[in-house]
């Protein structure tokens, strides 16, 4: 039997251990908006996938050309070459303590890989589904209209413009409606996110580490819920 120091010994190194935050949400959920927050008032690093392969189209190292390669033959890019790119980026300085991954894993292979770095880098993985309605996802998405020469972004539903179809700011400029947000193309967003996400969030429940926080209401009570599965 343990005594009662060994296990405040192993409370507190459990309690310490830095994280691996996966943070999984629909297109619209607000989980990048939530992760700046996080960086922004926790000091988190938010490590997206996205900047990590705009990095590597301009890199010129042995990884950055191998990716250059792939994407010019205009092949996808394989869960094992985006795990070199994850571990290479999550290998800097920088990445030593806890830190947000956002936009991976996104397949159960990748899930898998980031088990053996979280290892490696002796972290626990946490995931948080920032957890949005259908509904509220197609009003957040389908409503946005931007200006196209200052870039604010408004919402027919939530944030509308003092004058319909016009920016507040560039009173000439008449607001776009992009491709992105139109009904048919963000209902093919969310039916493919459901399809290549349901495996994961299927993975990280029966490991018991997903946390499912309420994606909707203002900015705060949302950064709260995160804030405290996080922590």
């Excluded at 999984?24 to 996205?50: V, Y």
């Excluded at 290892?119 to 409503?143: C, H, S, W």
């Excluded at 048919?184 to 499912?212: F, G, I, Q």
């Amino acid at each position: 039997m343990l005594s009662l120091c060994s296990l405040c010994s192993l409370w507190q190194v459990t309690f310490l251990m830095d994280k691996i935050i996966v943070l999984i949400g629909a297109p619209g959920a607000g989980k990048g908006t939530q992760a700046r927050l996080l960086t922004e008032r926790r000091g988190i690093l938010q490590i997206s996938t996205g900047d990590m392969f705009r990095a590597m189209r301009s890199g010129d190292t042995p990884l950055a050309r191998e990716v250059q390669a792939v994407m010019a033959s205009g092949a996808l890019v394989s869960d094992d070459l985006t795990f070199k790119v994850v571990q290479e980026r999550t290998s800097q300085p920088d990445a030593a303590g806890t830190y947000i991954l956002d936009g991976y894993p996104r397949t159960l292979v990748q899930a898998e890989q980031l088990e053996e770095l979280a290892e490696d880098q002796e972290k626990e993985i946490v995931a948080v589904e920032v957890d949005v309605p259908r509904e509220d996802l197609l009003k957040r998405l389908t409503g946005r209209r931007t200006c196209p020469v200052c870039g604010e972004i408004y919402n027919v539903y939530s944030k509308p413009p003092k004058v319909d179809g016009r920016c507040d700011f560039h009173p000439d400029a008449e607001l776009e409606h992009r491709k992105d947000d139109q009904e048919a193309t963000v209902a093919a967003r969310l039916a493919t996110y459901d399809e290549l996400t349901a495996p994961l969030l299927d993975y990280y429940r029966k490991t018991d580490r997903l946390k499912a926080v309420d994606g909707t209401g203002d900015l705060q009570a949302i950064y709260s819920r995160i804030e405290k599965a996080i922590s």
